[in-house]
């Protein structure tokens, strides 16, 4: 069982930079390919990045590519998500999120092995 705890979510204006960290434990984290995904009120949710187990491949959404970066540390079980020039629409509860094997043409919730709390990122216009 891998236990993941986010952290780093806030209000920002647009514009502006926020960083989501998210730690893992119980499991090996170097087994997981990582990843991010957002929920806004009365959407679905959605992914945003996902990176592979060794960090050597990363998958943005089109709506992110550009403007976010995931990054990952397997000596410290921890995975980030560096937001910038962040705009009203990012406004979401952000989701860490774990699984098995690759991301292509996996990147919906049902792949996903487990998840974090989440936290909430709000952006001001």
């Known amino acids: 069982q891998v236990q993941l705890v986010e952290s780093g979510g806030g209000l920002v204006q647009a514009g502006g930079s926020l960083r989501l960290s998210c730690a893992a434990s119980?499991?090996?984290?170097?087994?997981?390919?990582m990843g991010w995904f957002r929920q806004a009120p009365g959407k679905e949710r959605e992914f945003v990045t996902g990176i592979s187990q060794n960090a050597y491949s990363t998958y943005y959404s089109d709506s992110v590519k550009g403007r976010f970066t995931i990054s990952r540390d397997n000596a410290k079980n921890t995975v980030s998500l560096q937001m910038n020039s962040l705009k009203p629409e990012d406004t979401a509860v952000y989701f860490c999120?774990?699984?098995?094997?690759?991301?292509?043409?996996?990147?919906?919730?049902?792949?996903?092995?487990?998840w974090g709390q989440g936290t909430q990122v709000t952006v001001s216009s």
């Open positions: 119980g499991g090996t984290f170097s087994d997981y390919a």
């Open positions: 999120a774990a699984k098995r094997g690759t991301w292509p043409g996996t990147t919906t919730t049902r792949y996903v092995s487990y």
